[in-house]
């Protein structure tokens, strides 16, 4: 039941964009243009050079009017001010996600939560009291298992499923979305049978006997999703609803959503058009699947609150389910690379269509032969389609050779990457790729040093999407118990200012919005955060801890914690 109280306090808020108007940014800014409100606190951090540091901000129509001491903004608010005083606090600029999954986290709070299992035992007790949003037509959906948390740290398999749900298809999504886990009647259904050939890009997982597991990898996973019933109209709501209810909460203002499908995107502008959006979405149009024709025909779009002038393309899996895709063997599964989702030609020709129509390309690459691959593309695309300067993003940036960090840093690209997946996957990944290729992986100060501009994201649902935890990770490369001691490859850790830029200016800088968010200063966007500690000189460990005690968009208070 943790945060569930705060959680109805988003809910008031946020949770209402299906059909409270009034409480969006863009309502709320509209009854109240000339109005202004004085937020006074112990500490606002601008991270605006000329003035770091303040006691005050005001804030009129959606903008933020001055920054200062306390007697500097009330002068400039002029007579009538709302003041509002947070006490011992620390304000930041408006936080923002720059990859994460709207929808996936929409549907994982709906579903059946397997983070944090221990063991396949758990999982199995978890699907058994199964809460009734789980369910998707009469199919039984859940996520965020992890084998490597387990004891035995190998796949599942069907039969645990098939002994208490053997009529039930069941479909249990990996933590990092790259893997499925499935029952016997899921496969019925699918039609995949010891005969089914892998996809191109995909892996069915086999017994001694050739007979499917329950276990598909990447583009696999299609044969399956392939056959699930839509979700409904009321669920697709609810659950958006749910993801942006949730994200208020942990303190975002704004989110990079990466890959949106077409389903969710229309009902984003539909919100966007009625006032109704709360935060900020800039999306990524989902480059993967045939609905990349819409988004090509359809071009980028800016309303109020959405923007979509991006495009996610998958290069590779992922690194925990071995799909992420190497130069040279798996240091544990030797004779296997990994998983190219698309050929480089196919990338290619997307990469090439996407620039035409000036969309910025993000494009998902873990292993380093995938980071080698977009590397080479993007920079020689760019300059045959002079798309230079659509600030293209690789998303992870994740297991990268030394020269390939050098060559992003010089390429002028973002490298889009996730604290938290560092934090996450250290009790593993060297195992993975062995101590050399190592040097290279989630290596932040690497890149910074490089010359690459850092936007940090969580990739929620993989990882949760609390921002404070991601700050903690840059900062520390350490568990929540503190482990290791000095931090895992600690030469890679940033400072506390460098980490919060990565949510702020970095990933405003990705979004084309440097001039209007990322900052407190006057004229920019008055989108910021109430943090209960200071996250760039507190202690580190108090930030596992620390509350988001206000989130703020255009000016419109959009979760106050109860």
Not at 317 to 330: F, K, N
Not at 348 to 359: D, I, L, P
Request: glycine content about 10%; hydrophobic content about 40%; aromatic content about 6%.
């Amino acid at each position: 039941m943790h945060g569930m109280k705060s959680l109805l306090g988003a809910v008031l808020l946020v949770a209402c964009a299906a059909g409270c108007a009034r409480h969006s940014p863009e309502a709320r800014q509209a009854n109240s243009s000339s109005s202004t409100t004085v937020y006074v606190a112990r500490r606002v951090r601008t991270l605006d050079a000329e003035r770091p540091i303040a006691e005050a901000l005001s804030v009129r129509a959606g903008k933020v009017l001055a920054v200062g001491t306390r007697a500097e903004v009330l002068a400039a608010a002029g007579e009538g001010a709302r003041v509002v005083e947070l006490g011992e606090v620390t304000v930041v600029p408006g936080l923002t996600d720059a990859h994460g999954h709207l929808s996936g986290l929409g549907h994982s709070l709906a579903g059946v939560r397997l983070e944090g299992t221990a063991s396949r035992d758990e999982v199995l007790a978890r699907v058994a009291t199964a809460p009734a949003t789980a369910w998707q037509g009469d199919w039984l959906i859940g996520r965020g298992w992890d084998q490597n948390d387990w004891p035995e740290k190998s796949f599942p398999g069907r039969a645990e499923l098939d002994a208490q749900q053997p009529k039930t298809p069941v479909l249990l999504e990996r933590v990092d979305g790259h893997a499925l886990w499935v029952n016997g009647e899921a496969l019925r259904r699918a039609k995949i049978s010891k005969d089914t050939p892998d996809p191109a890009g995909g892996r069915i997982l086999r017994g001694a006997d050739g007979e499917p597991t329950g276990v598909l990898v990447d583009n696999a996973m299609d044969l399956v999703l392939a056959v699930v019933p839509p979700a409904t109209d009321a669920q697709v709501e609810a659950q958006l609803s749910a993801a942006l209810a949730r994200c208020a909460e942990v303190g975002l203002t704004g989110v990079h959503d990466a890959g949106m499908d077409l389903r969710t995107y229309r009902l984003l502008q539909r919100w966007d058009n009625e006032g109704r959006l709360p935060l900020r979405v800039y999306a990524m149009a989902d480059g993967q699947g045939a609905e990349r024709e819409t988004y090509l025909r359809e071009g980028p779009y800016q309303g109020r609150m959405l923007t979509m002038r991006s495009v996610k393309l998958l290069m590779d899996g992922a690194l925990g389910s071995r799909g992420a895709a190497l130069h040279a063997p798996y240091s544990d599964e030797p004779g296997h690379r990994g998983l190219l989702l698309l050929s480089p030609e196919e990338y290619e020709a997307r990469v090439k269509a996407f620039m035409s129509r000036g969309f910025q390309v993000a494009t998902h690459a873990i292993g380093d032969r995938a980071n080698t691959l977009v590397l080479e593309t993007l920079l020689r695309e760019s300059e045959a389609t002079g798309a230079g300067n659509l600030r293209h993003r690789v998303e992870h940036a994740q297991v990268m050779r030394l020269e390939d960090i050098q060559k992003l840093g010089r390429s002028g690209f973002v490298a889009s990457m996730q604290p938290t997946h560092a934090t996450s996957d250290m009790p593993w990944a060297e195992k993975r790729v062995g101590p050399e290729r190592i040097q290279g992986a989630y290596a932040w100060r690497k890149l910074k040093e490089a010359g690459a501009t850092l936007a940090f994201g969580s990739d929620f649902p993989v990882e949760r999407p609390d921002v404070l935890l991601g700050l903690y990770a840059a900062r520390t490369r350490q568990d929540a118990e503190g482990q290791p001691a000095s931090g895992w490859y600690p030469a890679q850790r940033l400072s506390g200012e460098e980490a919060l830029e990565g949510f702020t200016v970095g990933a405003a800088y990705a979004a084309f919005a440097e001039n209007e968010r990322g900052r407190l200063k006057p004229g920019m966007d008055a989108d910021f955060v109430v943090l209960s500690v200071d996250p760039v000189e507190a202690p580190a460990k108090e930030l596992l801890g620390a509350q988001v005690r206000l989130t703020v968009v255009a000016g419109a208070e959009v979760y106050r914690a109860p």
